[in-house]
């Protein structure tokens, strides 16, 4: 069966970045009729925090990426720690207590001769005496995890057959001094016990699975199918890391875009496929394909949700959007005439509101200096509401009549004195919705 997770860490809100990652692994689940785990990476104990994980949660269910099963990493300490004894009792494992600023300090010495900057493995030679001294004035080492020095090959399903030397990567530290777990064995030990089949993270995770491999190997597990996709830029190329905070689900959410939308773009963003809008997650899984993703970096950019957003709510039928209505005050009678005007005219449901109050209390008018006459004229040939769908048509042929003016220069400014604006609804439409012109006077 196909397992698949997404893994993010509680440290945050997540953001459009793991939105891609969390989407690829929940398609290719799905589409495989298997599982997809929602995992919590949550072995660090300041940074992780409650507040996070339930946020992370109600930002998946918005978007309907359900989970079949939850884990969270805090849960298995002992699994971790019976995986590192396993390592340990292999000799793969090593304890170092190099300070941070000494360890600086070789890869600075190593930079300058011209060599990679790849730990030295000087505590491999370290005594138990040695390391019993340093213990006592330096407390407990961080554990190393002995790489093989050999080349580690895998096919990755978007950037193809990858070899990576394990001489030019330092030896993984997988127990920080302090004893917390790092998270590069606890996935491993997740990602075997759970029988993961395919993982699919960013591309800043190529180094890290170079090392998990021989890890899983070590541990006697099976290598999932890995593929890493490429890193979200801004629409111009440029770095998105540092604005990646902004681009948070909640914050969208809140800015009015639908999930549809960011589901079709982030589903086909960086594919060779189209983005369009695309009705359903089962539509998407269907035609979801991980070798259609290219290697270079992919550009976001948020403004292209809006007219996602936009088109998918022009979709929708009064009664999708009952809750909506009756928080304006629509009544039931007047909802889908309402609906039907509004919905052709809105980015998002936030614009709603503005076209309610439209219809309620009249635009403020909008008219040129030269039509200021024409306008007046028009007022006295506007008969009094209530407005039903032929008013329109009898109003402008009446000003038609008198004013010999046709076309463009009939119906534009009309159009901008009742509702204030230069495009907008079919007029024959809005009008049996307004209940006061205040261009009338
Ligand atoms: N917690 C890790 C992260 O958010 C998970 C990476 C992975 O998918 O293995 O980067």
């Given at each position: 069966?196909?397992?698949?997770?997404?893994?993010?860490?509680?440290?945050?809100?997540?953001?459009?970045?793991?939105?891609?990652?969390?989407?690829?692994?929940?398609?290719?689940?799905?589409?495989?009729?298997?599982?997809?785990?929602?995992?919590?990476?949550?072995?660090?104990?300041?940074?992780?925090?409650?507040e996070y994980a339930d946020a992370i949660q109600q930002d998946l269910e918005w978007l309907g990426l359900t989970w079949d099963?939850?884990?969270?990493?805090?849960?298995?300490?002992?699994?971790?720690?019976?995986?590192a004894q396993e390592l340990r009792d292999m000799g793969r494992f090593y304890e170092a207590f190099e300070t941070p600023t000494e360890l600086d300090l070789k890869r600075k010495k190593q930079l300058n001769m011209g060599k990679p900057p790849v730990y030295d493995r000087a505590a491999l030679n370290l005594s138990e005496d040695e390391k019993a001294k340093l213990r006592a004035e330096?407390?407990?080492?961080?554990?190393?995890f002995k790489l093989d020095h050999e080349r580690i090959e895998w096919t990755d399903g978007i950037l193809g057959d990858l070899s990576i030397d394990a001489a030019s990567v330092s030896d993984p530290v997988l127990i920080r001094g302090d004893g917390q777990f790092l998270y590069t064995l606890a996935s491993v030990c997740d990602d075997v016990?759970?029988?993961?089949?395919?993982?699919?993270?960013?591309?800043?995770?190529?180094?890290?699975?170079?090392?998990?491999?021989?890890?899983?190997?070590?541990?006697?597990?099976?290598?999932?199918?890995?593929?890493?996709?490429?890193?979200?830029?801004?629409?111009?190329?440029?770095?998105?890391?540092?604005?990646?905070?902004?681009?948070?689900?909640?914050?969208?959410r809140e800015a009015g875009v639908q999930p549809a939308a960011l589901l079709s773009l982030m589903a086909r963003l960086g594919s060779s496929q189209p983005v369009e809008l695309?009705?359903?997650?089962?539509?998407?899984?269907?035609?979801?394909?991980?070798?259609?993703?290219?290697?270079?970096?992919?550009?976001?950019?948020?403004?292209?949700?809006?007219?996602l957003t936009a088109r998918y709510l022009g979709g929708l039928t009064v009664a999708d959007v009952g809750a909506e209505l009756d928080a304006l005050g629509v009544p039931a009678d007047e909802a889908e005439a309402f609906w039907t005007v509004a919905r052709e005219n809105i980015t998002t449901l936030k614009d709603l509101g503005a076209w309610w109050e439209l219809c309620q209390s009249g635009a403020d008018p909008l008219v040129a200096d030269e039509d200021a006459d024409f306008i007046a004229e028009a007022m006295t040939?506007?008969?009094?509401?209530?407005?039903?769908?032929s008013s329109w048509g009898d109003w402008t042929s009446a000003v038609k009549a008198a004013t010999g003016r046709k076309g463009k220069g009939l119906f534009m400014p009309l159009r901008k004195a009742v509702t204030g604006m230069e495009r907008g609804p079919d007029m024959s439409a809005l009008m049996p919705l307004l209940k006061v012109i205040r261009a009338k006077g």
């Amino acid at each position: 069966m196909t397992i698949t997770r997404f893994a993010p860490s509680p440290t945050g809100y997540i953001h459009v970045g793991n939105l891609r990652t969390a989407l690829m692994n929940y398609l290719i689940a799905r589409k495989a009729g298997g599982q997809f785990i929602l995992r919590l990476d949550d072995t660090d104990p300041e940074r992780s925090k409650q507040e996070y994980a339930d946020a992370i949660q109600q930002d998946l269910e918005w978007l309907g990426l359900t989970w079949d099963r939850l884990e969270k990493q805090s849960d298995r300490l002992e699994r971790y720690e019976a995986a590192a004894q396993e390592l340990r009792d292999m000799g793969r494992f090593y304890e170092a207590f190099e300070t941070p600023t000494e360890l600086d300090l070789k890869r600075k010495k190593q930079l300058n001769m011209g060599k990679p900057p790849v730990y030295d493995r000087a505590a491999l030679n370290l005594s138990e005496d040695e390391k019993a001294k340093l213990r006592a004035e330096r407390g407990n080492g961080v554990w190393r995890f002995k790489l093989d020095h050999e080349r580690i090959e895998w096919t990755d399903g978007i950037l193809g057959d990858l070899s990576i030397d394990a001489a030019s990567v330092s030896d993984p530290v997988l127990i920080r001094g302090d004893g917390q777990f790092l998270y590069t064995l606890a996935s491993v030990c997740d990602d075997v016990d759970y029988g993961v089949t395919h993982v699919v993270r960013g591309s800043d995770h190529v180094t890290n699975t170079a090392t998990q491999i021989q890890i899983i190997r070590a541990l006697g597990g099976t290598v999932p199918e890995f593929a890493h996709h490429s890193l979200l830029t801004g629409s111009q190329g440029e770095a998105l890391s540092k604005r990646l905070g902004t681009l948070a689900l909640r914050d969208l959410r809140e800015a009015g875009v639908q999930p549809a939308a960011l589901l079709s773009l982030m589903a086909r963003l960086g594919s060779s496929q189209p983005v369009e809008l695309v009705g359903s997650l089962d539509e998407l899984a269907e035609g979801f394909d991980i070798n259609s993703f290219g290697s270079a970096p992919t550009k976001f950019d948020a403004d292209d949700l809006y007219p996602l957003t936009a088109r998918y709510l022009g979709g929708l039928t009064v009664a999708d959007v009952g809750a909506e209505l009756d928080a304006l005050g629509v009544p039931a009678d007047e909802a889908e005439a309402f609906w039907t005007v509004a919905r052709e005219n809105i980015t998002t449901l936030k614009d709603l509101g503005a076209w309610w109050e439209l219809c309620q209390s009249g635009a403020d008018p909008l008219v040129a200096d030269e039509d200021a006459d024409f306008i007046a004229e028009a007022m006295t040939l506007l008969p009094d509401g209530p407005y039903d769908a032929s008013s329109w048509g009898d109003w402008t042929s009446a000003v038609k009549a008198a004013t010999g003016r046709k076309g463009k220069g009939l119906f534009m400014p009309l159009r901008k004195a009742v509702t204030g604006m230069e495009r907008g609804p079919d007029m024959s439409a809005l009008m049996p919705l307004l209940k006061v012109i205040r261009a009338k006077g």
